[in-house]
């Protein structure tokens, strides 16, 4: 039986201090965003972030207007 929330929790922790991002890639339906859904609502999760944040990457422009949204939000981008 594989632990899947420690093996996510490993490779995040295991990167470099500033990267910490993962890709979970796999077929439709098996589970992917309900993994991500209870590591980032986890103890593990908590104890090491202060912010967490979701992007939709169904395709790119949804992925790049969502970076972009979260840029403003932070006020890294001006909005007119």
């Not at 993962?22 to 090491?48: D, E, N, R």
Request: charged fraction near 20%; aromatic fraction near 10%; include cysteine.
């Amino acid at each position: 039986n594989i632990d899947f929330m420690e093996l996510l929790h490993k490779g995040l922790v295991a990167k470099e201090p500033n990267v910490e991002a993962l890709v979970i890639y796999g077929l439709g339906g098996i589970g992917k965003t309900q993994l991500a859904c209870h590591y980032i609502h986890s103890k593990l999760a908590h104890a090491k972030y202060n912010l967490r944040v979701w992007f939709s990457a169904e395709n790119q422009d949804i992925l790049n207007q969502s970076y972009l949204e979260f840029a403003k939000t932070l006020g890294l981008i001006k909005t007119t």
